[in-house]
């Protein structure tokens, strides 16, 4: 409660001094966004299915120039009206060169896109993340430590882009879900002193197309001499063509290592997959009025733990509305698919309005 | 409420028929050839980057100095090079009034 006291009178100062900032010449600005949403969710029988509204979510970033070189970026989440409170990033950007800029902080691990591209409200076309970015990949996913990224140019539209980092690692006990093991209060290594390795490249061969392969590995148990690797493997492709046509997708892997209980000498891994597919189309080329504004999407995406009770799949088809430029009025069917023993009956439908500011 | 079933026979045909969709919407509309050799616009760096994520962002809303913050956040989020930054800077600057 104090600490939460504490993030909400930091974030009201931060506002102020954002707006006596603005005022004069900005080397303080305050951006963001958020949204608000309606779930309805259906229940297995007898249970009633329940609708509720939800402001999930309110987030401020906030980014301070230093000097031309030196910038200072941070983002606070505050999730289910304020329910959930976290220190999302909070990052020194340094651009040493042209093509590398060196951070410092906790930052967005790049791992795939959807982590620190495309996860936002505003920008993401499907309400929600993918399987492949929830149990697999721990989005919204971030760790202390330091890194270099930046991009290469080729020739004309084509170019390199990478990061690579060390960090301290996720952190937790003998195989514990993977979204528990992001350290979302203390973000110091304490008892685990292993660190994390990790980074991704991504090439765009022509302009309408990216491809991108990541990696990460640490080891994770939570004691003074940690043995249990825990590595990433991904990658990720996108089209776009025009303005008004996108089709991009990711494959994550993770393999946890835990102790074989049948033989407790030995290690063996839980190997956890996840992959989306997401397809979305403005009507716009039809040049109808009352449908310029209208984008149709739809997202496919699955989690395979290896025949376990948690796998599972989503289909989500939907509408977008483009009130603005960054207000989007969305509804979405959302399928929730399981394998047949474990079935449940437990589809939504979603509306959300969604802001970028 | 009626139950829909959904079938991986459905969803494979979902997929091919908006692939096909798709298909014929990018055969409809070609997209431009870029001459070799041609320096790309502040425009066509802003569109190609900025584009992939997000709605295009109106140069209007926001001052230079606002641009230039936001710029340099962009630069660490989407990996771009010195000099598409200050090609998607200077086209939000000259366009902002």
């Not at chain 1, 600005?29 to 608000?36: L, Q």
């Not at chain 1, 896109?113 to 970015?133: E, M």
Request: charged letters at 25%.
């Amino acid at each position: 409660m104090k600490r939460m006291s504490l993030i909400l009178l930091l974030t009201v100062f931060l506002f102020l001094l954002a707006s006596l900032s603005q005022a004069e010449k900005a080397k303080f600005i305050v951006t963001g966004y958020m949204d608000w949403t309606y779930i309805w969710s259906q229940q297995e029988d007898p249970d009633p299915s329940i609708g509720t509204f939800d402001l999930f979510h309110f987030n401020p970033i906030f980014l301070f120039q230093i000097e031309d070189k030196l910038m200072a970026e941070a983002e606070i989440e505050y999730e289910h009206g304020g329910d959930e409170i976290i220190l999302e990033y909070a990052q020194l950007d340094y651009f040493l060169h042209d093509y590398v800029t060196v951070t410092g902080g906790k930052f967005l691990i790049p791992f795939g896109v959807f982590n620190t591209k495309l996860h936002p409200s505003w920008i993401s076309k499907v309400p929600g993340r993918p399987l492949a970015d929830d149990h697999v990949v721990p989005v919204d996913w971030s760790e202390a430590g330091v890194m270099a990224s930046g991009g290469i140019p080729i020739s004309g539209y084509s170019k390199i882009n990478y990061a690579v980092y060390l960090t301290n690692g996720l952190e937790g006990p003998e195989g514990e879900d993977i979204r528990d093991l992001r350290k979302e209060g203390d973000d110091r290594d304490v008892v685990n002193n292993n660190k994390a390795v990790g980074g991704r490249l991504g090439i765009i061969p022509v302009k309408e197309i990216e491809i991108g392969a990541s990696a990460y590995t640490a080891k994770y148990d939570d004691v003074e001499s940690p043995k249990l690797s825990l590595n990433f493997f991904g990658v990720d492709a996108e089209f776009h063509h025009k303005d008004f046509f996108e089709l991009r997708g990711e494959f994550n892997q993770a393999d946890q290592e835990v102790t074989d209980l049948s033989a407790p000498d030995s290690v063996g891994f839980k190997v956890k997959r996840g992959y989306y597919a997401q397809a979305a189309l403005k009507l716009s080329p039809l040049e109808v009025d009352l449908l310029n504004s209208v984008e149709i999407a739809v997202r496919f995406s699955g989690q395979d733990f290896g025949g376990e009770a948690d796998d599972k799949w989503e289909v989500s088809p939907g509408i977008n509305y483009y009130v603005t430029n960054t207000a989007i009025i969305r509804l979405f069917y959302r399928f929730n698919l399981e394998k047949e023993a474990y079935k449940v009956d437990n589809n939504q439908i979603i509306f959300q309005f969604a802001m970028g500011f | 409420m009626t139950k829909i079933r959904i079938t991986p026979k459905m969803i494979s045909l979902t997929l091919t028929l908006t692939l096909v969709a798709c298909l014929v919407i990018i055969f409809a509309h070609p997209t431009e050839v870029l001459t070799k050799g041609k320096e790309l616009t502040g425009a066509e760096v802003y569109a190609a980057n900025c584009g992939k994520c997000h709605s295009e962002r109106y140069p209007s809303e926001r001052t230079d100095e606002e641009w230039k913050l936001l710029v340099n956040h962009m630069r660490v989020r989407a990996g771009l090079t010195a000099k598409e930054a200050k090609a998607v800077l200077e086209y939000l600057q000259e366009n902002n009034d």
